[in-house]
């Protein structure tokens, strides 16, 4: 008997049953990913989740949506945080955080625990960014405009994601991440992932003073659109501040969330909208960690 022989309720029930097979959810990840374009030390794993054709959630969030403070069902987002950690193969939970746009960096030694059941409240430490030495411990940024930003030590021993919205950056979160690596900084290469881009960025007074006021350098980053606003391109920031901190290899920057329809975008889709997820490990034996 095909699907199409049962009634609408008992044909969902049966494909509910029977799709998270692990070759539907490598299929389903795998159309909703996108790998980084750096030279990835060795070892080390990374993928960024896009605004996918496959997701348990409805409505604005129906795109594989990850974020669990986006205001969607926390049962649909763990159904697609747990087909995501099954489909990619990821060697353990996500280390998922409560991001705050703001400078803490999680050091993380094990790794997490999956959710004792699906639909609870996620336990998730108050961070905007987390570096580990641990092989298998997978570190995890959500992000629908702000920039998810991943840095790793060229022999593989150490990884990094930061959550670099234009307060973390301006408050230094960036540079607090490349501190807490413990690696040399030009023993660092970075990755910046799919954010808001340049042209699609327009920003007010308070944003561009919280730039130029500290660094008059930072003025190349902005273009003026009308009075009091500016288009800020907050890849270059980053970059900036990235080098700045001794950090020479950077790449990526190169994708903008509002115009790109795979990707979401806070500014575009407004509050209601998903999260996509930026994620970063150490493979089983890599680097000398």
């Not at 639909?119 to 570190?139: F, S, Y």
């Not at 730039?211 to 009308?226: E, L």
Request: glycine fraction near 12%.
């Amino acid at each position: 008997m095909s699907t199409g022989d049962l009634p609408g309720d008992a044909a969902r029930a049966l494909i509910a049953g029977t799709r998270r097979t692990d070759m539907w959810r490598a299929t389903r990840v795998a159309e909703s990913s996108l790998a980084p374009d750096w030279p990835a030390p060795p070892g080390i794993r990374a993928l960024t989740t896009l605004r996918g054709p496959h997701g348990d959630s409805r409505g604005a969030y129906a795109h594989f949506n990850l974020g669990a403070r986006a205001g969607d069902d926390p049962a649909n987002v763990d159904n697609n945080r747990f087909d995501l950690v099954d489909g990619a193969a990821l060697p353990s939970w996500p280390y998922w955080l409560h991001q705050v746009h703001g400078t803490r960096v999680l050091r993380v030694d094990r790794p997490a625990h999956a959710p004792e059941r699906r639909g609870k409240a996620p336990d998730e430490p108050e961070a905007d960014a987390a570096v580990t030495t641990a092989a298998g411990v997978v570190l995890v940024i959500l992000s629908a405009d702000c920039l998810p930003v991943l840095i790793a030590a060229r022999d593989g021993s150490s990884v990094a994601a930061a959550h670099a919205g234009w307060r973390g950056l301006a408050a230094g979160v960036l540079e607090a991440t490349v501190a807490a690596v413990r690696t040399a900084p030009a023993e660092l290469v970075a990755w910046i992932g799919p954010g808001i881009g340049a042209d699609s960025y327009e920003v007010d007074a308070r944003v561009h003073a919280a730039f130029v006021d500290a660094d008059a350098d930072a003025a190349h980053a902005f273009r003026a659109t009308r009075p009091g606003h500016w288009l800020c391109d907050l890849p270059a920031l980053a970059r900036m501040r990235l080098q700045r901190a001794g950090v020479a290899a950077v790449h990526g920057g190169g994708y903008d969330t509002f115009r790109d329809a795979r990707f979401y975008s806070y500014r575009r889709d407004g509050a209601t909208g998903g999260r996509m997820a930026t994620l970063i490990w150490r493979g089983m034996g890599a680097g000398s960690g």
